[in-house]
């Protein structure tokens, strides 16, 4: 009778240091990980913040977090007092990284139809069927891929040089306009404007054709690689949000096509 319960003593006693080293090795295993890794704390957005929350307000609604510096994003914030007054120029989700480049000051906040540019980006504005803007759904502030489309003028149809790359990743969208040059949406979710710009095209006069005024923030460099395209190639715009990912094939030609 003593062996037996000295046994089951012994096997609760086992159990217990079992679960607490489990517990132990399981809540240290991000340090374990992050161990031989040089990271820095940075704020991570956890509530959406809408456009134009000033920053003494999004306090509730990011966290500190500590981050690999490889994987922190150009203008991290890593202290809200630096950002002083500004407010947020677009809607920021959760997940996302804060940062001083979507903050502008309060009297640059643009409102729904337009967003501020970040410092040392330039604008540029392409025109495009509603086919090549993702149905006519992007809206100031949204992110988009760019694909850039390209066929050799020279080349015959059997050695057709034709090739498509997704070449840009989360470009800022900062205007969408009708072909008139009214703003496309005005705010609210994806649904409800995709609807309300829906019965505004149908019931406007003065927008003819179903072509759409996409304004894009890009470095100089890039920038000359998209007129490059749009004078020469064909340019596609893909909604492409925050957590999309950034995966591409490279370059896809004829053939490479079918593989």
Known sequence: MKTRL???IAALLVAIIGTVLLVTYVQNAD?????STETENIYIVQKTIPAG???ETIADSVARKSVPKLAIAQNSVTDLGSLGAKVSAVALMPGEQLLSSRMVEQNAFLGPSRV???TGLQEL???LPIERVAGGVLKAGDTVGVFLSLE???ATQAGSKARTQLT???VLVTAAQFSNGTATQTGGSDATAGTAQASSTSSSNEQTDDTYLVTLARNSADAERIVFAAEFG???LSKEPGDALEKSNGVVDTAGLFR
């Open 152 to 154: 050799d003028a020279g």
């Open 234 to 236: 064909k340019i596609y």
């Open 168 to 170: 840009f990743h989360k």
């Open 116 to 118: 501020q540019i970040p």
């Open 31 to 35: 340090k374990r990980a992050l161990a």
């Open 53 to 55: 929350a000033s920053a």
């Open 125 to 127: 504005t392409l025109k």
């Open 6 to 8: 000295l046994g089951g």
